[in-house]
Each structure stands twice: as C-alpha cells, then as structure tokens.
C-alpha cells in the first residue's frame, strides 16, 4: 500500500488538481513545507516540480508542472492548452449561466456547492436560462441531444465530474461541489486575456446582460 507522500505524487502525475475538496489528506500533506520540498525534489528527477494556483492557504491547489521546457514539454503544454481552449466557450458560458440562475455576485470556487434540483426548477422558469442551457448543452464538449433541462444538466454535470471540475460527494444527493481545476481554468482565462488582450471578463458579462434582456 503506498504512503501518503507516494500517493499524493502518484496523483500528480496522473495529472490531478489536488485540492481540499478531492482530497483534503493529500492536499493538507502538501501544504507543510518539509512535505511539499520532499514530493518536489522527487518530482526533480522526471523533470517536474509541484506547481500551485489560488489565494494560498485554505484556497491552494496543487497539482504538476514542468521544471524546464524542451521541445517534447511545449509540445505536450501545447495540446493541454489548445483542449482547454477548445472547451473554454461552454464552460464559460456554463459558469455565467450557473453564477446567474443562482443569483451570486462571484462565480463558483473550490469547495462551492452546487444543488442541482434547485438549478434546474430555476433554469425551468427561466426561458432565457432554458435558451443558455439548450446550447450549452449541445456544444461537442457535452454532446446532448436531449429536448429537456432535466436530460441536458444531468450530462452536464455528469461530464463536468468526468473532467474533473465538478465532484459528487454523496452519490445519493444532488448536490455537486466545485474542484480546485475551476481555479486553474481562471489562471488559463487570464492568461489568455492578458496576452491576447481580449478582453474576456468584460465580454462575458456583456454577452451574459444581452442573453438576460
């Protein structure tokens, strides 16, 4: 059986955001220093070191980064980065949808629940949210063929767990909780919007305000 530290390094390899939400052992063995320095210089030898994004504290998330870029690490960065962007339209337009059915000012953060019985009577009796879920729905990256809200957000959310933005606690509930991957996505929306300069969060909330009217 491995040890925690082994555990922890295996996830990080496989590619997991390791946040308290997924896994709050690995994630609170991560947050002591000694522990952090040890998984780090082991990740040394494979040319990877342990990467973080959020606040810090009860809001970090850690998962793998390269230490030094070849061509074989762009390369592998390069495909990483063109499936987030191939996904970013509908899960954006997801996050707007959620932050406005559920009336919040912030969008979702690790460890935000998300009760889906209460969002689909909301988006029900909404028909400009119905609207946003039908497309949303379609994009490739959910795939849905489905006429109604209830079919369309259960492969939503489904597929959402799938990529690992979304966990469900207790499969005998309806209630969701965000990951730390979310807080990532925003890192790749920034970085876009800064090196781009395209402006994004000022686009989707002008996009958001005209779905509404």
Same mark, same amino acid.
């Given at each position: 059986?491995?040890?925690?530290?082994?555990?922890?390094?295996?996830?990080?390899?496989?590619?997991?955001?390791?946040?308290?939400?997924?896994?709050?052992?690995?994630?609170?063995?991560?947050?002591?220093?000694?522990?952090?320095?040890?998984?780090?210089?082991?990740?040394?030898?494979?040319?990877?070191?342990?990467?973080?994004?959020?606040?810090?504290?009860?809001?970090?998330?850690?998962?793998?980064?390269?230490?030094?870029?070849?061509?074989?690490?762009?390369?592998?960065?390069?495909?990483?980065?063109?499936?987030?962007?191939?996904?970013?339209?509908?899960?954006?337009?997801?996050?707007?949808?959620?932050?406005?059915?559920?009336?919040?000012?912030?969008?979702?953060?690790?460890?935000?629940?998300?009760?889906?019985?209460?969002?689909?009577?909301?988006?029900?009796?909404?028909?400009?949210?119905?609207?946003?879920?039908?497309?949303?729905?379609?994009?490739?990256?959910?795939?849905?063929?489905?006429?109604?809200? #209830?079919?369309?957000?259960?492969?939503?959310?489904?597929?959402?767990?799938?990529?690992?933005?979304?966990?469900?606690?207790?499969?005998?509930?309806?209630?969701?909780?965000?990951?730390?991957?979310? #807080?990532?996505?925003?890192?790749?929306?920034?970085?876009?919007?800064?090196?781009?300069?395209?402006?994004?969060?000022?686009?989707?909330?002008?996009?958001?305000?005209?779905?509404?009217?």
């Amino acid at each position: 059986m491995l040890s925690i530290k082994g555990q922890v390094i295996e996830r990080l390899l496989q590619g997991a955001f390791i946040c308290r939400t997924t896994d709050e052992d690995g994630w609170r063995f991560l947050t002591i220093p000694g522990n952090r320095d040890e998984v780090d210089n082991y990740l040394g030898q494979l040319n990877r070191q342990v990467a973080t994004v959020g606040a810090g504290g009860q809001g970090e998330v850690f998962f793998c980064g390269y230490r030094q870029l070849g061509d074989a690490e762009r390369k592998v960065i390069g495909q990483q980065f063109r499936d987030i962007c191939q996904a970013l339209t509908p899960l954006a337009e997801w996050l707007v949808l959620v932050q406005e059915a559920a009336a919040q000012d912030a969008p979702l953060t690790e460890g935000t629940p998300v009760r889906l019985n209460a969002l689909q009577t909301v988006i029900e009796d909404t028909p400009a949210f119905r609207e946003q879920l039908a497309r949303i729905s379609h994009y490739r990256l959910f795939g849905s063929n489905s006429p109604t809200v #209830d079919n369309q957000l259960k492969l939503v959310f489904r597929r959402l767990c799938e990529l690992g933005y979304l966990i469900r606690p207790n499969p005998e509930k309806q209630i969701y909780l965000a990951t730390g991957k979310l #807080d990532y996505l925003y890192e790749v929306i920034r970085f876009i919007d800064e090196a781009e300069g395209l402006s994004l969060e000022a686009q989707a909330e002008v996009a958001s305000q005209g779905q509404l009217l």
